[in-house]
């Protein structure tokens, strides 16, 4: 009977680490949400440096704009003042279209001057957005790389705990086997559990003396009164001692 409850117990072992592993996989989502944040971060770049490429653009067009305004502003003071006109109706004529010439030279200057100091702010923007997607596809990489190595892992341990338990079912009478199996669905998984000094670690009941004896002997299955539970008398197996 002590080696019946015992494999009892291992079955147990095997089953919670199965299913512990079970749940790591389904939890993985192998950079998803890093995956989208990071397109997130790409779309908002792609975004600025649009806004940043228009704003230089219409830099570019005021200062060419400017400086033809410049060049008519010379031109126009080359002739008011190199004496070849002397016909003062044409020349306040001249004057006026210069003044109208330097008005707008003043109104481009200070579009200039906007677009410069937006520049440099979606530069700058561009420049922060740049370092965030780098950032997250680093991540991206080093979760996935990350996940797939753990990945690997957990199905192999899944592979050889699976061959352990076919090992070991055939060892275990039929009946003992049907108990366990039919008590696992409805408690949560923990069919067999250790005593912790006189309470069910299951269900955390204190046990009648009576019932921490017959576990103990090992002399038949017994059952915590309280949840059901099959009860192991033995030591408990530390969480991760089952690496061998
Ligand atoms: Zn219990």
Redesign the pocket.
Known sequence: MREQIQLLYDLQQIDTRLARAAEELSKMDHGAKLARQAKAAQKELEELQARLHAVQTDQRDAELAEKTVEEKIERNRKRAYGGEIANPKELRHIEQETQALERQRGALDEKILIAMAEAEELAAQVAAKEQEFREKVREYKKTTAEQKSRQAELEAETARLKAQRSELCPRIDAAKLRLYESLRPAMRNLAVVALDGNT?S??R?QLPSKAVERAESFTEITR?D??G?ILYGGFAKPHHSDDE
């Open positions: 069910c299951g269900c009941v915590c309280s949840c539970r």
